[in-house]
């Protein structure tokens, strides 16, 4: 299953002022690919007019060249792997043409990479907690050799990849089925959206800030991790 494309309506690429990284990868001559070093590099002061600039100014000032959040499996019945298969398959086409959408395609494909952790026996149906865990494990056994140069660094400095996870359970495979049947039926009235769990490792499975809020899964804090 991959995403319907924007309506023909929709602006394409960049209107108005057009980002300055932008600008030099349409610069370069025809079947010359851009990297992290041709084009400007990123500072703080740019971060509100560049795309994707947190992720290309970390790469840009160190030596971790990998992005993406590892995902985590929960769900492991019969029925759930044909959604499970949509599901991954929605999510690599997105990232895919949000990039493309935005010309950046040939500087951060390549540096993209998908670890997705699969356990029966430890993940079926496992808490957020656990895979909080899980993650956290898979963190600390860092390593050049696993997660390439400059791994170290990019621990230190919380990069997403190392502070976030992807949990995936029955809920979040059930919104990729709908979005089916919402495309297939012509996709009338306002879009569906697929989803996922996001897991801060560094928050508590009681989360954080004040409390008061409405209940998510037992957590009335403000910030539920």
Request: with cysteine; charged share 30%.
């Amino acid at each position: 299953m991959r995403p319907l494309p924007e309506p023909e309506w929709m602006p394409k690429n960049y209107y108005g002022k057009i980002p300055s990284i932008i600008t030099s990868i349409r610069q370069l001559p025809e079947g010359v690919s851009p990297t992290l070093e041709s084009i400007p590099e990123i500072n703080n002061t740019m971060l509100d007019r560049e795309p994707y600039p947190g992720l290309i100014r970390d790469m840009q000032w160190t030596d971790f060249k990998r992005w993406g959040f590892v995902i985590f499996r929960t769900v492991y019945t019969e029925e759930s792997q044909s959604q499970w298969e949509s599901y991954i398959e929605f999510l690599k086409a997105s990232v895919e043409m949000d990039l493309e959408s935005l010309e950046l395609s040939t500087l951060l494909m390549p540096h993209l990479e998908w670890t997705i952790i699969e356990d029966r026996d430890t993940l079926d149906n496992a808490s957020k907690q656990h895979v909080r865990e899980r993650f956290s494990e898979w963190a600390s056994q860092r390593s050049v050799e696993r997660d390439g140069p400059g791994v170290e660094e990019a621990f230190q400095r919380d990069f997403p990849r190392f502070r976030y996870c992807v949990y995936v359970d029955q809920k979040c495979l059930d919104t990729v089925t709908q979005y089916e049947a919402w495309a297939e039926a012509g996709a009338p009235g306002c879009s569906k959206q697929v989803v996922c769990a996001l897991i801060d490792k560094r928050c508590g499975s009681k989360g954080q800030g004040k409390g008061r809020f409405r209940r998510i899964e037992g957590c009335s804090r403000e910030y539920t991790g």
